[in-house]
T-cell receptor, first 112, second 117 residues
């Protein structure tokens, strides 16, 4: 059971480049999330998708876009990367309601 | 808006001693509360949750947490710490009755636990 799978695991971008982070879950969860983790800041929600076909902004959405491609997949796109977007990005999924979140292993992104 | 506070950036405890990692929360409705652990260069792993019922919740690896509604706290505890418990611990909250926002899981900034041999 793979759980939540993120690709890539590591990425270095130049300022202004674009890229898409991929996330897929095999637990038939309805809700999916993208977080970024920065030292001393904890995890901050970028975007989430409560169910297939819906997406909503979280705490720090600026500079990002998302696509809920189907129930399994939720991608995060950086259209024009900036050094401030250097971070570790985590995808997570939950059942609707009371379920705990399951996390991927993270993508370490460096923007130079 | 919902929020979580973890007042200690770091907690040091001797191996074999009891440990406590503190968490307080703020929600407009009733809370769902969670604890997660993160080992270096890994994702977050679920430890335990409080939804309703008994205020003392038992979870993985011998951890437990006590929900205190009057103090809006959900402190993580373990009777006897192990060196292998050294990691980063996150408390998280979800508001049961905030509509679309109830899907949002808000995390604290994390507490680094160091268990000293």
């Amino acid at each position: 059971n793979a759980g939540v799978t993120q690709t890539p695991k590591f990425q270095v971008l130049k300022t202004g480049q674009s890229m898409t982070l991929q996330c897929a879950q095999d637990m038939n969860h309805n809700s999916m999330y993208w977080y970024r983790q920065d030292p001393g800041m904890g995890l901050r929600l970028i975007y989430y998708s409560a169910s297939e076909g819906t997406t909503d902004k979280g705490e720090v959405p600026n500079g990002y876009n998302v696509s809920r491609l189907n129930k399994r997949e939720f991608s995060l796109r950086l259209e024009s990367a900036a050094p401030s977007q250097t971070s570790v990005y985590f995808c997570a999924s939950t059942r609707q309601g009371v379920g705990e979140a399951f996390f991927g292993q993270g993508t370490r992104l460096t923007v130079v | 808006a919902q929020s979580v506070a973890q007042p200690e950036d770091q907690v040091n405890v001797a191996e074999g001693n009891p440990l406590t990692v503190k968490c307080t929360y703020s929600v407009s409705g009733n809370p769902y509360l969670f604890w997660y652990v993160q080992y270096p260069n890994r994702g977050l792993q679920f430890l335990l949750k409080y939804i309703t019922g008994d205020n003392l919740v038992k979870g993985s690896y011998g951890f437990e947490a006590e929900f205190n509604k009057s103090q809006t706290s959900f402190h993580l505890k373990k009777p006897s710490a192990l060196v292998s418990d050294s990691a980063l611990y996150f408390c998280a909250v979800r508001d049961m009755y905030s509509g679309a926002g109830s899907y949002q899981l808000t995390f604290g900034k994390g507490t680094k636990l160091s268990v000293i041999p």
